[in-house]
């Protein structure tokens, strides 16, 4: 059992890109899916799939995206911000900017799970889960 699921969904995801595997398999909750969802529609990752079983939780195949030409992965780095331990909301007027706006920021909200962006333009805060650039 893991104390922090989330962690050790981006760990996952953050080895596979590591070792340059092409596919990787997460166990599947509702938040998992939500930010699968995400780094699907900001073309972080190739495709993904949910495999939902009777009577378990199921998993998400995640198809990892790398450069056609230099082979480098698309995932520079994934971190977790919001910790069990401590953590960390931030307001719609602050927002965090990645990368100068290259990168996103994945927030919690009332309203959903949605990036940074879209956070502020709906004028909605919550709490940060991680940075994906």
Known sequence: MTTDPIADFLTRVRNAVKAGH??????????KKEITKILFDQG?????KFEDEKGI???IKIALKYDKLTKDPVIKR???????????YSGSSDMPRILNGLGIAIVSTSAGVMTGKQ????????????YVY
Request: a positive charge.
């Open 57 to 59: 939780q199921g998993t």
């Open 22 to 31: 092409r596919v990787v398999e997460v166990p599947a909750s509702n938040l």
């Open 78 to 88: 994934i971190q977790r911000i919001s910790k069990p331990g401590l953590r960390k």
């Open 119 to 130: 956070a502020k333009a709906q004028n909605i805060g919550g709490e940060v889960l991680c």
């Open 44 to 48: 972080y990752i190739l495709s993904y």
